[in-house]
C-alpha cells in the first residue's frame, strides 16, 4: 500500500465473528486467498499506520499469534461487534493517536484510494466519515418468496468500511450507546456525530457467502494486459533473380536491396513486435552499422523479438503481414509464407496471417521499384 497517514491515525480491524455462511470449515478471516489467508490481506492494505489493531475471538488468539504479523496489537474480542470495537479502542494509548479507522476484517481487497478517500476526510475536519456506494439497483420488499412493496432508492447508499472518527468522537459514542449496533457509523450518528460519505468500490466487498471466495480471487488476478504493435517496412528492387518474403524464397527478375537479407515482410512484422513491447525497431537491436549483420537471415530478428516478447510474459494473440506489390504474385505462397512465420515465432500458423494487395499501379510499388510491408502484432499478458 502506498497511502501512509499522518501521525496520530491508528486502524482497527475486527475480525472476531465465526463466519459461519461462508463454509469452508474454518472462520472465513483464516481461510485461504490466493494463496494468503483473508486477515493477512486486510492488515497488509494498512501497514502504512502507526498502529494497527486486530481484534480475533477468544477461541483464535493462540492461532492468530502464530500466524500475525508481530507488529500488530491483538485484543480479544466482545460478545457483540459494538463490544469487540469498545475492546479495541480501549487499546489504543490516548496521548498520540488522535483518530482511528474501523474496517471489518472481511474485506480484504479494500484499495488505498478508499482508505485515503477517509483519511482525507479526516484531516479536513469531519469527525466521521466512511464510504458509501449510491444504491442503484431497484428496490423490494417480500416475503415468502413474493414481492410485498417497493422502496424508493433515493438517498440510499450501500455503506462500506473503514468507518474513520477522530478518536474522542466514536469513544463518546461508544459510551453513550445503549445498545449493540450495526456498525459504528450508526453510533456516530446516535451520539449527533455527521458523517460525512466518502468513495466507495464496488471491488471493496465484504466476504459472507462461498461464492465471494471465488469473486475476490478473480479481482486478485492481474489485469489482462493487450500491447498491440505496427511495423512498416520497404526495401527498393535491385539487381538479382530472387527475393526473400516472410522467410520464403520466391524467383523473380530482380533482387531486393537492403543490409540483411532486404526480408520486407519479416522486417514489418519484427518492428511490429518490438512496437508493441515499447522497444524500438530493428536497428536499435540489430544496428546496420555492425557488419555482422551484413546479409543476415532476418529470421535471427524476428526470432529475438518474439522471444524478448515472451521474456517479458507475454503471448502471442494473433500477427498480421500485408504486401504490397506489383510482383512476384504473393498468393501461392501465402501458406507458406505463414508457415515459416510461425515456425520462427513458435506459434500455431492460424494465429498468423500473410496476404498482398497492389497499389493499383501508383507510387513506387505501383512502378514496381520496390516492395513495401505493413505488420500488425498483438501481444497478451494474462
Keep these: 500500500m502506498s497511502l501512509t497517514p499522518p501521525e496520530g491515525f491508528a486502524a482497527i480491524i475486527v475480525a472476531a465473528g465465526r463466519g459461519n455462511r461462508a463454509g469452508g470449515g474454518l472462520p472465513k478471516q483464516w481461510r485461504d486467498l490466493a494463496g494468503r489467508p483473508v486477515l493477512d490481506r486486510t492488515i497488509a492494505a494498512f501497514r502504512g499506520f502507526g498502529r494497527i489493531v486486530v481484534v480475533c475471538h477468544p477461541d483464535d488468539m493462540d492461532h492468530a499469534q502464530a500466524v500475525l504479523d508481530t507488529a500488530v496489537t491483538l485484543v480479544p474480542g466482545g460478545d457483540s461487534r459494538s463490544a469487540s470495537v469498545r475492546n479495541a479502542l480501549n487499546a489504543l494509548p490516548g496521548d498520540d493517536i488522535t483518530h482511528v479507522l474501523i474496517h471489518d476484517g472481511a474485506r480484504p481487497l479494500v484499495s488505498a484510494s478508499v482508505i485515503a478517500g477517509v483519511v482525507d476526510a479526516l484531516i479536513d475536519g469531519a469527525d466521521a466519515a466512511a464510504p458509501a456506494l449510491p444504491v442503484s439497483d431497484a428496490l423490494w420488499r417480500g416475503t415468502e418468496g413474493r414481492v410485498t412493496g417497493t422502496q424508493p432508492r ?6 462500506q468500511t473503514p468507518q474513520g472518527f477522530s478518536l474522542s468522537a466514536i469513544r463518546q459514542a461508544h459510551d453513550r450507546a445503549s445498545a449493540d449496533a ?3 457509523v450508526e453510533l456516530a450518528r446516535n451520539a449527533g456525530f455527521e ?20 469473486r475476490a ?43 540483411s537479407d532486404a526480408d520486407v515482410g519479416m522486417h514489418a512484422l519484427t ?4 512496437g508493441a513491447l515499447a522497444m524500438g525497431d530493428i536497428g536499435r537491436h540489430f544496428p546496420p ?7 543476415a537471415d532476418s529470421a ?20 498480421d503481414v500485408t504486401l504490397i506489390c506489383e510482383a512476384p504474385k504473393i498468393g501461392p505462397h501465402a501458406q507458406a509464407m505463414q508457415d515459416r512465420l510461425a515456425d520462427i515465432m513458435g506459434l500455431d500458423p492460424t494465429r498468423i496471417s500473410v496476404k498482398a ?12 521499384e520496390g516492395i513495401a510491408a505493413i505488420a500488425t502484432a498483438t501481444l497478451i499478458k494474462d
Design 154 to 159: 433515493d438517498d440510499l447508499f450501500r455503506a
Design 182 to 184: 450495526a456498525d459504528d
Design 195 to 214: 458523517v460525512a460519505i466518502t468513495p466507495g468500490s464496488e471491488d471493496n466487498i465484504k466476504i459472507t457467502y462461498p461464492a465471494d471466495f471465488a
Design 217 to 259: 480471487e478473480h479481482l486478485l488476478r492481474p489485469r489482462m494486459d493487450i500491447r498491440l504493435g505496427n511495423g512498416y517496412d520497404v526495401h527498393a528492387f535491385g539487381p538479382g533473380d530472387h527475393v526473400w518474403l516472410c522467410g520464403i524464397q520466391i524467383p523473380h527478375d530482380a533482387g531486393l536491396s537492403g543490409h
Design 271 to 274: 518492428d511490429a513486435i518490438y
Design 289 to 295: 552499422s555492425d557488419p555482422q549483420w551484413k546479409g
Design 300 to 319: 535471427i530478428f524476428l526470432r529475438h523479438a518474439a522471444e524478448l516478447a515472451r521474456s517479458h510474459g507475454y503471448r502471442f494473440g494473433n500477427a
Design 357 to 368: 494487395t497492389t497499389s493499383e499501379k501508383l507510387g513506387f510499388t505501383g512502378r514496381r
